[in-house]
Structures are given as structure tokens and as C-alpha cells.
């Protein structure tokens, strides 16, 4: 199993990871083991201009992490924070129905939700927010401020976004907690 270590000369884990000069593309493996031991609130972006395709984003509620896909290849991951037992985060697969880059909360309190994609008409969104490493939100997925940020320049009306509850560990879904020692060693 290749370290993780190594990647952190490459790739910055907390805000807007590039490659370092003449640093390889991380591949789909690579993304995935270093987003396993992220922090709550870390991210990393290791995008390829030579990859293209429309934008797609999953969303593993077991692993409390966003993975972040143009065509097939993934260039993206994060911590996130979904919904709390009380108001979880629906499954499925949702389109991305509204873009806007500085909304506020209609259900709750006028709390703000910067760069909010809407995924559902009655109040679920993916938006910037506190991420403690645990689901803590009303339903939403809430993202590291920075993360929010560039994927929501990175993403379009009607780009895919799917919700499982199922553990992801490059390319092969996973049942929850059943291979998710693999993405930690």
C-alpha cells in the first residue's frame, strides 16, 4: 500500500492543493488515501487541464467526505459535514438545480449558505459551513469554505451530485465500514 507521506511535498491537504513543480497528477488512489486521514475542514484540489468531461460530485455520508469528478477521473476531495440524525441528508442522485454565490437560509434563522447548489426545491444544498468531522447539518452538506468556493466555479446547472451511504475507496463502492481500514493505512 503506497503512503501517504508523500504526497504532502506534492499537495497541499489544507487549502487549495496544486501540484507542486513537476509533481505528478495524483490518480484516483492517491486522492482517495490522502482524503482518508484528512482533517475536519481540509481539502485537496489536484485538477489536470489536460482532463476533461462535465464536472460530477459524490458524496459518502459514511466517510463524511465529497469526491469530486471531471469525466471519470477524480480531481477533487473534502471533508464534509451532512445532515445530524434528527434531519439527515437524503440518498440519491440529485441535479444541481440553482446556483447562487451568496444565499441565506429561508428555513433557518437567515443563516447564511455561501456558494449554494441547490440539490433539492425544499432546502437541501451543498454550501460553505462549519465542518466539524461529524453530521451536524439541517440536510445539507456543508463544505470547507474554500472547497465551496472553487467547486462551485468548477461545477454547472444540472451537474450530477449522488449521495450514498456507502463508504468510497478509488472506484470501488464499499459497505459502510467494510474496507474503510484499507483507505487509512
Same mark, same amino acid.
Given at each position: 500500500?503506497?503512503?501517504? #507521506? =508523500?504526497?504532502?511535498? +506534492?499537495? /497541499?491537504?489544507? !487549502?487549495?492543493?496544486?501540484? %507542486? $513543480?513537476?509533481?505528478?497528477?495524483?490518480?484516483?488512489?492517491?486522492?482517495?488515501?490522502?482524503?482518508?486521514?484528512?482533517?475536519?475542514?481540509?481539502?485537496?484540489?489536484?485538477?489536470?487541464?489536460?482532463?476533461?468531461?462535465?464536472?460530477?460530485?459524490?458524496?459518502? #455520508? =459514511?466517510?463524511?467526505? +465529497?469526491? /469530486?469528478?471531471? !469525466?471519470?477521473?477524480?480531481? %477533487? $476531495?473534502?471533508?464534509?459535514?451532512?445532515?445530524?440524525?434528527?434531519?439527515?441528508?437524503?440518498?440519491?442522485?440529485?441535479?444541481?438545480?440553482?446556483?447562487?454565490?451568496?444565499?441565506?437560509?429561508?428555513?433557518?434563522?437567515?443563516?447564511?449558505?455561501?456558494?449554494?447548489?441547490?440539490?433539492?426545491?425544499?432546502? /437541501?444544498?451543498?454550501?460553505?459551513?462549519?465542518?466539524?468531522?461529524?453530521?451536524?447539518?439541517?440536510?445539507?452538506?456543508?463544505?470547507?469554505?474554500?472547497?465551496?468556493?472553487?467547486?462551485?466555479?468548477?461545477?454547472?446547472?444540472?451537474?450530477?451530485?449522488?449521495?450514498?451511504?456507502?463508504?468510497?475507496?478509488?472506484?470501488?463502492?464499499?459497505?459502510?465500514?467494510?474496507?474503510?481500514?484499507?483507505?487509512?493505512?
Amino acid at each position: 500500500m503506497r503512503s501517504v #507521506l =508523500p504526497l504532502v511535498g +506534492a499537495f /497541499v491537504l489544507v !487549502g487549495a492543493a496544486v501540484p %507542486a $513543480a513537476g509533481a505528478e497528477t495524483m490518480d484516483d488512489l492517491a486522492i482517495t488515501e490522502a482524503a482518508a486521514v484528512m482533517a475536519p475542514g481540509r481539502y485537496l484540489w489536484a485538477d489536470d487541464a489536460a482532463v476533461t468531461g462535465p464536472v460530477s460530485v459524490l458524496i459518502s #455520508l =459514511p466517510d463524511q467526505r +465529497a469526491y /469530486v469528478f471531471r !469525466g471519470s477521473k477524480m480531481i %477533487a $476531495a473534502s471533508s464534509v459535514s451532512t445532515g445530524s440524525d434528527e434531519k439527515p441528508t437524503p440518498l440519491g442522485r440529485f441535479t444541481i438545480l440553482e446556483k447562487k454565490a451568496m444565499h441565506r437560509s429561508n428555513l433557518y434563522d437567515d443563516a447564511p449558505m455561501p456558494f449554494m447548489q441547490r440539490l433539492t426545491w425544499d432546502g /437541501v444544498a451543498l454550501h460553505a459551513g462549519r465542518n466539524p468531522g461529524f453530521p451536524a447539518s439541517h440536510g445539507c452538506v456543508r463544505l470547507p469554505a474554500a472547497f465551496a468556493k472553487r467547486l462551485f466555479a468548477a461545477t454547472a446547472l444540472g451537474a450530477t451530485v449522488e449521495v450514498t451511504d456507502e463508504a468510497y475507496v478509488a472506484g470501488a463502492m464499499m459497505e459502510p465500514g467494510g474496507g474503510r481500514e484499507l483507505a487509512r493505512r
